[in-house]
């Protein structure tokens, strides 16, 4: 299994950025989750989807600035970051999940990507 998220980089605060995971050799029919890790902070789940796409999950403070989605054709899941503040600086990993629903835990993590630093900062 192997994924590969892409599309950080430094943004200003209120721009955006659109994070890719894109999966090789193996067809993304997972739950899908977003996970984040600030320095010196431990990893936390941003945004999930579920596998049949029914379900979707945000972490407070991104509801309403952050979308998770998945082209099944191209075999990636997205997430855009509208709104970038300074305190979404971190390295984004995207995993998939154990089973179907949704976990913002990364024990219930099947496997990793590499991570994608996003740094907003003005």
């Known amino acids: 299994v192997q994924l590969q998220a892409s599309g950080g980089g430094l943004v200003q605060p209120g721009e955006s950025l659109r994070l890719s995971c894109a999966a090789s050799?193996?067809?993304?029919?997972?739950?899908v989750g977003w996970f984040r890790q600030a320095p010196g902070k431990e990893r936390e789940g941003v945004s999930c989807?579920?596998?049949?796409?029914?379900?979707?999950y945000y972490v407070d403070d991104t509801k309403g600035r952050f979308t998770i989605s998945r082209d099944k054709a191209k075999n990636t899941v997205y997430l855009q970051m509208d709104s970038l503040k300074p305190e979404d600086t971190a390295v984004y990993f995207c995993?998939?999940?154990?089973?179907?629903?949704?976990?913002?835990?990364?024990?219930?993590?099947?496997?990793w990507g590499q991570g994608t630093l996003v740094t907003v900062s003005s």
């Open positions: 995993a998939t999940i154990k089973g179907t629903y949704c976990s913002g835990d990364p024990h219930f993590v099947y496997s």
């Open positions: 050799r193996f067809t993304l029919d997972y739950t």
């Open positions: 989807i579920e596998k049949d796409d029914s379900t979707t």
